[in-house]
């Protein structure tokens, strides 16, 4: 079955790298996105990745996918207290249109 | 600015209550979407409808009932809910339901309380 995690919390300084891993465990999947979730708000799209990429850059975002280990990851660079937010990862298969979701991972960015 | 509304932000019920959730999308979206979002699981799908017809129903109680009569409005009818279905109940759009690209357009979701 599908099953996507990813780590509870992060806790970064405001300047630093971010990094934000997920796993999943669908060979077939063939679309990875990013998500993110503001408090009182619902999900924004940040960026998503064709599985025959090995990565995919977008002003401060670079997204890195390992599809050997089915591994994703959501890089941050010069992350801003603005990116405080819950962070979900997804993924789906080549036809159809239901994303299955990671538990999300907490970023709390201090100053 | 989203597109994709949701009313009431906010929502207390009783257990023997009946409520409704609404969904509006200003996207010209042809598919539409119910998700529960509670503290301790994932994000789930309950509910998929593709022009006005639903799609998909991944095993939700029938105390949740869909309503989708257009495809700008999108409904959750709630009745005799249990403590356990307190959860933040997310709507999303998107422009057709199959294809090779996925975007899902979120709405701000509606904050359930059961008592």
């Known amino acids: 079955g599908e099953d996507v995690e990813q780590s509870l919390f992060l806790s970064v300084r405001e300047g630093d790298s971010s990094v934000i891993n997920c796993t999943y465990t669908d060979s077939s999947s063939t679309y990875l996105y990013w998500y993110k979730q503001e408090p009182g708000a619902g999900l924004q799209l940040l960026t998503y990745?064709?599985?025959?990429?090995d990565m995919k850059q977008d002003q401060r975002l670079t997204v890195l996918l390992n599809k050997k280990d089915k591994h994703l990851s959501l890089r941050i660079a010069d992350t801003q207290t603005g990116d405080s937010a819950i962070y979900f990862c997804?993924?789906?298969?080549?036809?159809?249109?239901?994303?299955?979701f990671g538990g999300g991972t907490r970023v709390l960015v201090k100053p | 600015e989203t597109g994709v509304t949701q009313t009431p932000r906010h929502l207390v019920m009783g257990m023997t209550n009946k409520k409704s959730l609404k969904c509006e999308q200003h996207?010209?979206?042809?598919?539409m979407y119910w998700y529960k979002q509670s503290a301790k699981k994932p994000l789930e799908l309950m509910f998929v409808y593709s022009l006005e017809e639903r799609v998909e129903n991944n095993s939700v109680p029938s105390r949740f009932s869909p309503e989708c009569p257009n495809s700008s409005h999108l409904f959750l009818h709630l009745h005799t809910l249990q403590p356990e279905d307190s959860a933040l109940y997310l709507c999303?759009?998107?422009?057709?339901?199959?294809?090779?690209?996925?975007?899902?357009?979120f709405g701000p979701g509606t904050r359930l309380t059961v008592l």
């Open positions: 990745i064709f599985s025959n990429m």
């Open positions: 999303a759009s998107s422009q057709e339901l199959a294809g090779a690209y996925n975007e899902q357009f």
């Open positions: 997804a993924e789906s298969l080549a036809a159809g249109n239901k994303l299955t």
């Open positions: 996207l010209g979206h042809n598919a």
